[in-house]
């Protein structure tokens, strides 16, 4: 079975430029989430949803920041215009159900750096 | 509010040495659920085991165990006789009061041959 995928793996950006990133869950998953790791710590969360609904944008940056997932399956991840503090790698996790104990799998992730 | 402590930032050991990654966490929640993920540096965080709070009991995986005390919060992490390919970042996480998980910051494993 094939696991989270993500691309691109890496991009290295200018400031103010826009970037997309995108994320295919494992088959069947009905939830998706997208995390930002900073260097050095953990990820944390921007975005999850529960087929195409976002049920929880909390922590998305909204003046810069916007993701969809138009048709429950696939997903994009969107920065306009980047900053040098989006620097970051950006993890996209899938699982099968919304229950609270449900494990998430995690892609490769795509490392952004912006200069 | 929810944490996750883990407080050792780098451990360098010895290939076939033990071992143990620390993992304290903070939650008001009776009902959670605790994670372990390694992340090597191809940067995938790989999940390695779940735990409800209702189970206490230790578990063992081949080389890997794991060491959840509800009395001291905390949820540790033993590799017997490590090996160069243990080497890796390892994440202790949480989830409780719905769906939000949240991550420690990481411990980072050097096995050295």
């Known amino acids: 079975e094939a696991g989270v995928v993500q691309s691109p793996r890496y991009k290295i950006i200018e400031k103010k430029q826009p970037v997309a990133f995108w994320c295919n869950p494992i088959?069947?998953?009905?939830?998706l989430y997208w995390y930002r790791q900073n260097l050095g710590q953990g990820p944390e969360l921007l975005i999850r949803?529960?087929?195409?609904?976002?049920?929880?944008d909390s922590q998305l940056p909204k003046d810069r920041f916007s993701a969809e997932r138009l048709k429950g399956v696939d997903s994009t991840l969107k920065i306009q215009p980047a900053e040098l503090g989006d620097s970051a790698v950006y993890l996209c996790?899938?699982?099968?159900?919304?229950?609270?104990?449900?494990?998430?799998?995690f892609g490769p992730g795509t490392r952004l750096l912006v200069l | 509010a929810q944490k996750v402590t883990q407080a050792q930032t780098e451990i360098s050991v010895v290939e076939k040495e033990d071992v143990t990654l620390d993992c304290v966490y903070e939650?008001?929640?009776?009902?959670?659920?605790l994670f372990w993920y390694k992340q090597p540096p191809s940067g995938e965080l790989v999940f390695l085991i779940r735990?409800?709070?209702?189970?206490?009991q230790n578990e063992i995986s081949g080389r890997y165990s794991w060491n959840f005390q509800k009395s001291t919060s905390s949820f540790n992490f033993t590799i017997t006789a490590s090996q160069v390919v243990d080497s890796a970042v390892y994440f202790c996480?949480?989830?409780?009061?719905?769906?939000?998980?949240?991550f420690g910051a990481g411990t980072r494993l050097f096995v050295k041959a």
């Open positions: 996790a899938s699982s099968l159900l919304a229950r609270s104990g449900e494990t998430q799998y």
């Open positions: 088959s069947g998953h009905n939830t």
């Open positions: 949803y529960e087929n195409e609904e976002a049920v929880d």
């Open positions: 939650t008001r929640d009776t009902t959670y659920y």
């Open positions: 735990r409800n709070s209702f189970d206490e």
């Open positions: 996480a949480l989830r409780s009061g719905g769906f939000k998980t949240i």
